[in-house]
């Protein structure tokens, strides 16, 4: 896995939401009982964690903002952290797998 594949990965989830107003948001996810943006944020939220742990940094809650039409710019900034912080391909593997996960459920 490479941090290419990240990126594609982000892109492409990005591209599906990036166009989202908030009642789409707010619906919820395919088979799920959270909002889709909650399940986003949860994405965002674990993107961080990898990163921070690559870093050997503490983690840090991501701010759940009040819109959610920010989400796609924050999974942007915490995928690229994670790219910064130079982590092993098994990561880059977990990450991208996460984000094809969340694709999927939306």
Known sequence: MSAAELDRAVGLLVGQVGH????????????????????VHKLVQEVANLAADVAGEPRRDVPRLANDLALPDQLRVVAADLVAADPPDAVLTRAAGAVRATRDAL
């Open 20 to 39: 989202w107003q908030q009642p789409r948001w707010a619906a919820v996810a395919a088979g799920g009982n959270v909002s889709r943006g909650d399940l």
